[in-house]
């Protein structure tokens, strides 16, 4: 599936929005803090009303292709639960489940999934998290996550 | 020559030699894991220097050094992912090369061209090291600031399509950077009354953020691999008389690329992150066919690869002259050093001169050793990634992004910013707004602060602080050179150029 | 056999001796496990090398592994304030700090995410004490030649140091304040840049660490010291008391735990640092550190102090 979207103005209005977000929450900060910054928010501002006025005028709409919106989604929505998991239950218990369904999620495209197939994905998962997260803290030394399993 | 000789025959020890080469593959294996960089791995073997000789312990860290900065080269190409920052320049046509099955040969030009990078950082270390230390110090605030404006012109290139969408991701990169400590007025900002957001968003943060994570996404949405397997992977090979006629049939972009790569490594406080960058813009601009440029030109895979291994060797000379460590992995070997005793200064080549100039050749013969433990690393890379089904390459690559990105400060924070900037450059990429600019204008946001206010500081004697900017030769000479780089591509011809 | 025996006997036969003799005795209740040892800042710094000298001898003594890890940024504030709210108060997280980091950060920023007195402090066990340094050409011979130029010339000197609301900066300014000068001060990031700003001749003067001056031998001259005494490594420079301004100062480096850790815990991790820094000692203080062990009511009096003396800048 394709859309068509003026990438110019949606671009000038994403840097606008950030721009303003920032002008917002400058709080109350001495000249040596505040000039730099000042100048790239008007930098950013000014680069951001060209791009808007340039869409407006002279826009042509790109098109996009969008197909498998869905996917990326979930592909999103999987990473969210992987900080969350991480955080706040354990890395591995978080990185073996999460692995499982990006895997087959990923893999179902490609035709039916087997029994067989999810009994791999789970070994693979857990040799990859397992090891990763072995390599990781015995060898590379990261201090352990402050999460309450492993 | 008498302590050169002495030198060579000291790290000329089998012991000696088998420190560099474990040195060089570990930092190879190091550098290929986004997030992990050359500073992390310095700073881990840091406890195992103590209980070797000085000059072993700096032997090893110099090998790994080399490794590490070698080593950002294969996820570069391979998964369009910068391992270290100094290789960012390698994915522009390192990756599109392997996208058409010609991984193997990428590999081979980036090998070859580190290693040729390697060594000229080292005959420059050893022959011209003093008059290169006085060029360094002659880097202060001013000029630092207009270094960090060139280098914005670089944004000039590096935007895919319109030079406004361009703009608008340099100014987006600068603004990341300022969140944090500012670096001059020491006040937190924009921290939007959330402490952890103190320690700003670190480079490496956001380089795997805006990197590998639209690319994650990109192959959940299309639901394959992006990587091309070429016809008969059995037979694939090396390619490594063609990829040496292919380095070599462009003495001049060798050259220039080394050239760039050492003056940029002893500008203090550049860091060898643009090392590349500039080197690859250089080479694009002087090519009489810079449109084959980001298809897949290996060219642009020597200019990267070259200047960036030059910048190895290139920063120790500021560091052993002056004892100024022009990038952040520096700062450890120079720790090290004072450890054992050893004060950087022009004594250092002559009062303790096996030592120091043993150190030198030893990062000649680490990179001579990419040769061998390259090759069989990056094929070993190459097959790993290529015969993993894509359904298990996105987690796996994801699982050591997490890790990756959380060693780096140990910070759980990290990696949710991480995450969150990379479906943010996910989107904005569809925008047309590409991660390059992004990241440039993160990298030097902090240096043209700095150098902003800092000479505005030490203008106050003046009627117009700002003056300050202005006054010094060499910041004339950086300002010329902007002004002939701006007119240069605001040149009708050029532009019409730039279209076809 | 107590600890204080067991280092009283390390004294005769060797420290390390003493580490490996006092590791059976100690191995009761605690350390139950892996100590993990928090730097606040970047690899390579004094800190991180230090901590580094530690691990090996803390391992040897405590016979359980040590893992020092590096959590850099916002001048150590992101690691601080993880720390004191999220580490377990059992003694087996222990963290590196600074002052007057600890002191200026809460006082001075509304989301420091910390507080001074959110640490239990161990021991602060070495300094480096500041100094004011030229380059070796540079005209001012001695400080009175500096301060005499300053006080003709307002804002004209320009003196470089680490960061803003640091040590150095809050050195500078009390210098500034007691010999009635203005000079313009320059923060630079870290230490790191600081040679090449006074060699290439970026700054007028540098107030700096001890350890820097050291580190740069003969391309500087060490115009003053802020410690009470002069240092042995470098015997030829007067401090300031003797010149007549009363700045003391340096940059402290302890370690802490988190608040409502066990007193006994405490105490005999002060006492391995104590111990340890007799074998550091003969490394660093060559290079400019002087060795220290501060610990329960006179480490809180000397936060007390460093906020009477640089508070008001602060505000």
Redesign the interface.
């Known amino acids: 599936m394709q859309i068509r979207?003026n990438?110019?103005l949606?671009?000038?209005l994403?840097?606008m929005a950030?721009?303003a977000i920032?002008w917002f929450?400058?709080?109350n900060?001495?000249?040596?803090?505040?000039?730099?910054?000042d100048a790239?928010?008007i930098?950013?501002a000014t680069?951001?009303g060209?791009?808007i006025l340039?869409g407006l005028i002279a826009g042509e709409p790109?098109l996009?292709d969008v197909?498998?919106?869905g996917?990326?989604i979930?592909?999103?929505a999987i990473?969210?639960l992987?900080?969350l998991g991480?955080?706040y239950v354990g890395f591995v218990t978080t990185?073996v489940p999460?692995?499982v369904a990006?895997?087959?999620?990923?893999?179902r495209?490609?035709g039916p999934l087997s029994w067989r197939d999810v009994i791999i994905?789970v070994i693979?998962?857990t040799v990859?998290?397992g090891g990763?997260?072995w390599v990781?803290t015995e060898v590379?030394?990261?201090?352990?996550?402050?999460a309450p399993l492993l | 020559m008498e302590i050169l000789i002495a030198a060579a025959a000291a790290v000329l020890q089998p012991h000696m030699l088998v420190i560099i080469l474990l040195g060089v593959t570990a930092g190879l294996f190091v550098g290929a894991l986004p997030g992990l960089t050359a500073t992390m791995a310095l700073a881990l073997m840091l406890p195992f220097t103590f209980s070797l000789e000085a000059l072993e312990g700096l032997v090893a860290l110099g090998a790994v050094y080399m490794g590490t900065i070698y080593g950002g080269a294969f996820t570069a190409i391979l998964i369009n992912t910068p391992g270290t920052p100094s290789s960012i320049a390698t994915t522009f046509d390192g990756h599109p090369m392997a996208k058409q099955g010609r991984a193997l040969e990428a590999i081979s030009v980036a090998t070859i061209a580190s290693v040729i990078g390697g060594v000229v950082g080292v005959a420059f270390l050893l022959i011209a090291a003093p008059p290169l230390a006085q060029l360094a110090l002659r880097f202060g605030p001013a000029e630092m600031f207009w270094v960090a404006i060139l280098g914005l012109t670089l944004i000039g290139s590096l935007a895919t399509g319109s030079l406004l969408k361009g703009l608008l991701g340099g100014a987006i990169g600068l603004l990341i950077g300022t969140i944090g400590i500012s670096p001059v007025g020491g006040e937190s900002r924009f921290t939007f009354g959330w402490p952890p957001l103190q320690g700003g968003i670190s480079l490496i943060v956001a380089l795997i953020g805006l990197f590998v994570i639209p690319e994650l996404l990109l192959m959940i949405r299309r639901g394959h691999a992006t990587l091309e397997t070429p016809a008969d992977l059995g037979r694939s090979r090396f390619q490594f008389g063609a990829a040496l006629r292919t380095v070599l049939a462009k003495p001049g972009n060798l050259i220039r690329s080394c050239a760039i790569g050492q003056v940029i490594a002893i500008i203090p406080g550049a860091g060898g992150s643009i090392t590349s960058l500039v080197a690859y813009n250089e080479a694009k601009r002087w090519s009489k066919s810079p449109e084959t440029f980001g298809k897949g030109n290996p060219e642009g895979v020597v200019a990267s690869e070259s200047s960036n291994n030059v910048m190895v060797a290139g920063s120790m000379v500021p560091l052993l002259t002056l004892g100024i460590p022009g990038a952040p992995p520096d700062a450890i070997i120079l720790g090290v050093m004072l450890l054992h005793g050893l004060r950087p200064g022009l004594d250092l080549f002559t009062q303790t001169g096996v030592l120091a100039n043993g150190f030198i050749i030893s990062m000649g013969l680490a990179a001579l050793m990419l040769i061998p433990v390259g090759l069989l690393g990056g094929r070993l890379i190459y097959k790993t990634i290529l015969r993993t089904p894509h359904y298990y390459l996105v987690p796996t690559i994801l699982i050591i992004t997490i890790l990756g990105t959380y060693a780096l400060r140990n910070n759980i924070i990290d990696v949710a910013l991480m995450l969150g900037l990379g479906v943010v450059g996910f989107v904005i990429r569809g925008l047309g707004l590409g991660a390059a600019p992004i990241v440039l204008g993160l990298i030097l946001g902090t240096i043209a602060e700095q150098g902003y206010v800092q000479s505005i500081l030490g203008g106050m004697a003046l009627d117009f602080p700002q003056m300050r900017l202005f006054v010094n030769p060499l910041s004339q000479v950086l300002i010329a050179i902007i002004v002939l780089v701006i007119g240069w591509a605001a040149w009708p011809q050029n532009l019409r150029r730039k279209k076809d | 056999m107590s600890l204080k025996s067991a280092s009283s006997k390390g004294l005769f036969v060797g420290v390390v001796a003493a580490f490996a003799a006092s590791a059976p005795v100690l191995a009761q209740d605690f350390p139950s496990r892996a100590i993990e040892y928090i730097i606040p800042f970047d690899p390579g710094g004094e800190s991180d090398i230090t901590a580094r000298l530690q691990e090996p001898l803390m391992q040897e003594a405590l016979g359980v592994n040590v893992n020092v890890r590096h959590q850099p940024g916002g001048g150590g504030a992101v690691a601080w304030s993880d720390f004191q709210s999220n580490a377990e108060p059992d003694g087996h997280e222990i963290i590196g700090i600074n002052t007057p980091h600890i002191v200026a950060q809460p006082i001075q920023r509304a989301d420091a995410g910390y507080t001074t007195d959110g640490f239990d402090i161990i021991t602060w066990f070495h300094l480096t004490p500041h100094v004011v340094v030229v380059r070796a050409d540079s005209p001012f011979e001695t400080l009175e030649d500096l301060i005499e130029f300053a006080g003709e010339n307002p804002q004209s000197l320009t003196m470089g140091g680490s960061g803003t609301f640091t040590g150095n900066h809050l050195e500078t300014l009390r210098l500034m304040e007691l010999a009635d000068i203005r000079v313009t001060y320059i923060p630079f990031t870290g230490t790191g840049p600081l040679p090449a700003a006074i060699l290439g001749g970026h700054v007028g003067a540098v107030m700096s660490n001890a350890t820097l001056a050291v580190e740069m031998g003969d391309n500087v001259r060490v115009l003053a010291v802020a410690s009470e005494e002069r240092l042995e490594t470098l015997p030829d420079v007067p401090t300031f008391l003797e010149l007549g301004y009363d700045v003391v100062g340096g940059t402290y480096r302890g370690v802490a735990v988190p608040n409502g850790t066990p007193a006994d815990r405490v105490e005999m991790l002060a006492d391995l640092f104590a111990q340890m820094n007799e074998t550091l000692g003969e490394r660093q203080i060559p290079m400019g550190y002087q060795m220290t062990d501060i610990r329960g009511q006179d480490a809180i009096d000397l936060m007390t102090r460093m906020r009477e003396q640089y508070g008001d800048f602060l505000n």
């Open positions: 979207i990438t110019e949606y671009g000038g994403f840097g950030l721009a920032f929450n400058k709080g900060m001495g000249f040596l803090s505040a000039v730099f910054p790239v928010l930098i950013l680069v951001s060209l791009l340039r790109t996009l197909s498998g919106a996917h990326v979930s592909g999103v990473m969210a992987w900080w991480i955080r990185s999460l692995f990006l895997a087959l999620m990923m893999k495209r490609e994905t693979v998962a990859v998290a990763f997260f990781f590379l030394g990261i201090r352990p996550f402050r």
